[in-house]
């Protein structure tokens, strides 16, 4: 890893170097090192098998710069980065890559300067045995989440009732995944801001699928951790239960249904539906499924939903946004009304002068400026944490779900008495459109009739599909649970602290079932 000072220093470098440049109006400089490990799991009880597989590392750090440079006809933006190279050779390159790059863009006003009345925060809290992480470790770490689903396997009387039966090996149990851990250094500075910034943050994260394949039967569990030492593995423990409850899984006919989503399904709709609809790039592209709706009631009066980056001990928090920027608390929904968007300072300046602004958010921002702090510009690259290469986007941190009356699991699924409860979601994707809200998923596994209040018989994964409109999902909310689970999705950066949700009449569909060869 780069250290924090190699960044910095790297950052002051590139700032005197753009100084002297005749041409530019302003610049921002950003260098950045992040590293990320990686092991994969692989048990197969039916042949022979490493268990733990491919741990491997990667590194990658570099500087980006974005300028804004004078012309004929107007000022020109510009990005341009190097990778691996902090010296003045590697800025000069990069910078020269920004002025070939620039093009002209009316709607820039300015790079982000220092906010009024604000005395930085302390760092947030990054494990220093994560930056110093050993090979050892990291595979310690795999076999921590390996074993706890064996010892779950192994402790399982409806397992041991199968296994009595026929040999255990022939039942078939497989458990693979990953374990990643992230490690991430950033510098910032600008003419506008020419005190350079710096952050750092480490977590840890697992995403485990088990299964029972003589008995086609699937289960899967997540964690996810600020330190190593809060990782205890629980996401193999998780994935093997669920892969045991699962077995003998029945189909369900088509239907509305009173259901329960289970953390997955939750994180799932909001990193793919509800997210994007909540970002002031989709407002000003008229995008959003909630176009005009700032200040008027968009979901359960229940039901409230933030982002808060600076939030103590949490997976995703920050202490600065990639624009150096501080980040903070959102409110995007509360009490049942949209009262905020993430956003970063490029499309909070475009919306502020947008003539149609009124139209598009449902009241005047110059009035409502609360509506549009730019706690979320971020630079990211599918997973991968923060990257050099990639100008500012738009991007949660922690996001937050909350009831006005906290359930537990056994009050939610007594307020259901009967329904269903979905586990696990996958192909997640709107029709019609963001703007439109349809979407649609397919229920894959972790699923359960519920009757009496209480789990039942397992539903058989890939039969049934969920179809439905993310609007009328969010009025029909009629519980939350107080437990939330940290969920990171795929190729996804935010972490969506996800609670159980129980939502009344929500179409299912039955998927045809294929005939046999006769």
């Given amino acids: 890893m780069i250290t924090l000072a190699t960044l910095k220093s790297a950052v ?22 992040t590293g990320h490990l990686l092991c994969r799991l692989n048990y197969t009880s039916a042949i022979p098998c490493n268990g733990v ?16 440079f004078s012309g004929t006809d107007g000022p020109r933006i510009g990005f341009g980065s190097e990778a691996r190279d902090l010296s003045p050779a590697g800025i000069k390159r990069a910078l020269e890559k920004a002025r070939q790059n620039a093009v002209p863009d009316p709607e820039f006003m300015s790079f982000p300067a220092p906010p009024q009345n604000h005395s930085p925060k302390a760092a947030a809290a990054h494990d220093r045995a994560i930056m110093d992480l050993k090979d050892g470790t990291l595979v310690e770490a795999g076999w921590k989440v390996l074993q706890e689903a064996l010892k779950t396997f192994e402790a399982s009387e409806p397992l041991a009732k199968l296994a009595a039966k026929e040999k255990p090996a022939t039942l078939g149990l497989i458990v693979g995944g990953d374990v990643s851990l992230f490690r991430q250094r950033i510098a910032i500075g600008s003419t506008r801001m020419p005190k350079v ?10 995403s485990v699928t088990s299964m029972l394949e003589r008995k086609s039967a699937k289960g899967s569990g997540y964690a996810a951790a600020t330190h190593l030492s809060k990782f205890k593995g629980e996401a193999g423990a998780d994935a093997a239960r669920n892969a045991i409850l699962g077995a003998g899984g029945q189909r369900l006919p088509s239907g509305a249904y009173h259901v329960v989503l289970g953390p997955q399904p939750v994180a799932d709709l909001m990193t793919n539906l509800i997210l994007p ?10 995008k959003s499924a909630f176009l005009g709706d700032v200040g008027r009631p968009v979901a359960a009066a229940l039901l409230t939903v933030y982002d808060h980056g600076a939030a103590k001990g ?6 600065l946004t990639c624009e150096g920027l501080p980040t903070g608390r959102t409110n995007l929904i509360q009490a049942g009304v949209l009262q905020g968007l993430l956003s970063n300072h490029y499309e909070t300046q475009r919306l502020l002068k947008d003539p149609r602004a ?21 630079r990211l690259s599918h997973s991968g944490g923060r990257q050099f290469d990639a100008p500012p986007s738009i991007a949660a941190t922690n996001l937050f779900i909350e009831g006005s009356e906290p359930h537990s699991r056994e009050s939610l699924l007594a307020s259901v008495g009967n329904g269903v409860y979905i586990g696990r979601i996958w192909y997640t994707y709107a029709m019609n459109g963001l703007r439109a ?16 209040g209480r789990l039942t018989a397992p539903l058989r994964g890939n039969t049934i599909r969920i179809t439905g409109n993310i609007r009328s999902l969010l009025r029909q909310v009629t519980g939350v649970t107080k437990q939330a689970k940290p969920i990171i999705g795929w ?21 045809a079932q294929f005939m046999e060869s006769v």
């Fill in 12 to 33: 002051q470098r590139a700032l005197r170097q753009v100084a002297q440049a005749k041409d530019i109006q302003e610049a921002e400089v950003y260098a950045s090192s």
């Fill in 53 to 68: 597989e491919e741990p491997k590392s990667s590194e990658v750090f570099g500087l980006g710069i974005r300028a804004v």
């Fill in 197 to 206: 910034q710096t952050d750092e943050s480490t977590y840890i994260s697992s």
């Fill in 277 to 286: 609809s909540l970002s002031a790039d989709a407002f000003y592209s008229c």
């Fill in 314 to 319: 949490f997976v995703g928090t920050k202490r």
């Fill in 358 to 378: 009124r139209e598009k958010l449902g009241l005047n921002p110059q009035e409502h400026q609360d509506v549009l702090i730019p706690r979320n510009g971020f």
């Fill in 437 to 452: 809200g349809d979407f649609t998923c397919t229920v894959v596994g972790d699923s359960f009739l519920i009757q009496d």
């Fill in 491 to 511: 190729a996804a950066d935010e972490v969506i602290y996800a609670p159980e949700i129980a939502v009344r009449d929500l179409q299912l569909t039955e998927i």
